[in-house]
C-alpha cells in the first residue's frame, strides 16, 4: 500500500511540476534531451520572411504568444505579413507546438522547406504540411485531406482530435530517416514513410503533383503560413534526432 501510495505522489509531483512549467521555456530535463525553443516569448529571433527578409510588422509578439494580426489584407495573405521560416535548417527532428486560431481560420506548419525562391514562389511548393484549420468554418474542411492535424492534400488524421477555434491544440511532428508521425493533442494522427514508392504514389495523387521536387528534400526550414487570419502560437521547440 505504501508503494504505491509513493508512486501517486510521484506522479502528482511530476504532473504538478509539468504544468507550472512557464510558457516558451525549456525544463531541466529538456535541455539535457538537447531541445532548443524557436520562440523565445519575447521577439521572432530565429525566425525571417520566407525569401530571407525581416519578418513582417503583422507577425506580432503579445502575452508570449507569437500571432499573426489580419487586419490589413493583401490578396489572400497579409500586409506586412508572409509566410515565416526558421533560420536554422533540420534533418532528423522532432517539433513541439500550440497553435489556435479565429473561427473560420486557416493556417498550417510546413517543415523540410527548401528556400529557393527563384524555383518555389510559396514555402508549400517544396514541402509538406500540417493543416491548421477551424474545421467548424472554413470551407476547407469540406475537403478530404484538408483538415486540422492532416498531412494537407496526402493523409487525413487517423482520428479527429482538434479542438473549436479559440483553444490551445498541442502539436508533436517527429521525421526520423523518413518516418513520419504527427501527434494532434496528445494521439498519433498521421504516420507515414516518406521518400518511397507510396510516397511518391501519395504526391502523383495531389495538388502537388506537378510541383517539381515537392516533398522530396530531406533537410530544410519550418515554417509558420500566412493564410490571411488570425493564428496564435506558443512553445515552439524542436530537438534535432
Given at each position: 500500500?505504501l ?11 511530476t ?19 538537447g ?5 523565445d516569448g ?9 525569401g530571407?527578409?525581416?519578418?513582417g ?13 489580419p487586419?490589413?489584407?493583401n490578396?489572400?495573405?497579409?500586409l ?6 526558421t ?11 500550440e ?25 508549400w511548393?517544396?514541402?509538406p ?11 476547407d ?28 491544440n498541442?502539436?508533436?511532428i517527429r ?27 501519395l ?7 506537378k ?10 526550414k ?11 502560437f ?5 530537438r534535432?534526432?
Amino acid at each position: 500500500m505504501l508503494r504505491s501510495q509513493l508512486i501517486f505522489l510521484f506522479f502528482v509531483i511530476t504532473l504538478g511540476a509539468a504544468a507550472q512549467q512557464k510558457p516558451n521555456t525549456l525544463s531541466r530535463d529538456e535541455r539535457k534531451e538537447g531541445w532548443m525553443l524557436l520562440f523565445d516569448g519575447k521577439s521572432t529571433n530565429g525566425w525571417h520572411k520566407y525569401g530571407g527578409k525581416p519578418v513582417g510588422a503583422a507577425w506580432k509578439v503579445e502575452d508570449g504568444m507569437l500571432l499573426l494580426d489580419p487586419t490589413q489584407k493583401n490578396d489572400w495573405q497579409v500586409l506586412d505579413g508572409g509566410d515565416i521560416v526558421t533560420d536554422k535548417s533540420f534533418k532528423n527532428f522532432h517539433l513541439k507546438l500550440e497553435w489556435k486560431i479565429a473561427q473560420n481560420g486557416n493556417s498550417g506548419i510546413m517543415f523540410y522547406i527548401h528556400e529557393d525562391t527563384a524555383k518555389y514562389k510559396w514555402p508549400w511548393m517544396s514541402a509538406p504540411e500540417m493543416q491548421v484549420l477551424d474545421n467548424n468554418g472554413h470551407a476547407d474542411s469540406k475537403i478530404i485531406k484538408h483538415r486540422a492535424g492532416d498531412l494537407y492534400d496526402l493523409l487525413s488524421c487517423k482520428e479527429e482530435t482538434v479542438r473549436p477555434h479559440g483553444q490551445w491544440n498541442q502539436v508533436e511532428i517527429r521525421c526520423v530517416d523518413g518516418q513520419l508521425d504527427f501527434w494532434l493533442n496528445g494521439v498519433n494522427v498521421v504516420a507515414t514513410q516518406l521518400w518511397g514508392e507510396n510516397w511518391r504514389r501519395l504526391i502523383a495523387g495531389s495538388k502537388f503533383a506537378k510541383m517539381s521536387g515537392f516533398g522530396t528534400y530531406q533537410q530544410g526550414k519550418i515554417g509558420l503560413q500566412d493564410h490571411g487570419d488570425l493564428v496564435w502560437f506558443r512553445n515552439i521547440k524542436v530537438r534535432a534526432l
